[in-house]
């Protein structure tokens, strides 16, 4: 697959986030010292008296250390995105980031589809079982192109969960979206349909009964649902469909949210 190239109000906003939350964390980064494992804590939000200059180092076999090895490996985790995240922003622009005014309101949230709305959901609900199954690190899914959606959706670094259930009550009819996306970030997450096997008559008209259901429903296409048309069942595009997400992730951010001021953004860890 290529590489996947941000929208740049996404890539701004996952800039912010991450900046905003490494502010916070316990900082610091694992080292041996006379031989000995040890853990050096830069930053504690608990402790201002320690600092990249008077840090704070534990054995981390020792008691007082098993309380930041997961704090410490939560920061060091959320650094790298941010790290690469910079670093594709600077090969991409030859200006500083701005900053992002959090939280980002939508205009218009008929179904209230935020972040408790996805962590409230549970996956794996539909009823139809294929005959021929993969299975996956994702679990059982019925397609190989819902395989493929998946591994892109991670390769995004976005959450995902297979075959939620949602009843839409205009429509009357339960459906199974293929994905429920949290784009966790803005606090929003979208569900995404996989369209494909358009050259089968039944099938075809399945899709625009669906389609017709969810607008019915008043979910919105590129808001809180998202198509990706395939061209058959064997012509899976990684690509199409990244970009797909991206530019409805990308058009849930108001270009009001971000603040580029009149001083340089510094980002420094």
Known sequence: MEQIILPMKVHAVKL?????????????????????????ITSDPKMPQYNSRIPRILRTSSVKAKPYVNAVNAYLQMKSEYDTLLTAWNA?????????????????????????YFNNQAGNLGKYKSD???????????SKNELLGSEVLKQMRIPFKYETQLYIPEAEETLNPDYLASFYEIDRCSYIELCGMND?????????????????????????????????????????????????????????????????VVFEY
């Open 92 to 116: 991409t622009y030859r200006f500083a980031p701005p900053r992002v005014r959090f939280p980002i309101q939508q205009y218009y949230d008929p179904h209230h589809m935020d972040n408790d």
């Open 132 to 142: 021929t199954p993969t299975h996956s690190d994702h679990g059982e899914l019925k």
């Open 16 to 40: 912010e986030y991450r900046r905003r939350r490494l502010a916070k964390m316990v900082s610091g980064y694992f080292a041996v010292r006379q031989g000995r494992d040890v853990i050096v």
């Open 200 to 264: 089968k008559e039944t099938y075809s008209g399945k899709t625009a009964t669906k389609i017709n259901s969810y607008a019915k429903g008043r979910y919105r296409q590129g808001r809180e649902i998202i198509y990706v048309h395939l061209y058959d069942k064997s012509n899976f595009d990684s690509m199409v469909f990244a970009e797909q997400v991206l530019s409805a992730y990308d058009c849930m951010i108001p270009f009001s949210a971000l603040d580029w001021g009149s001083e340089p």
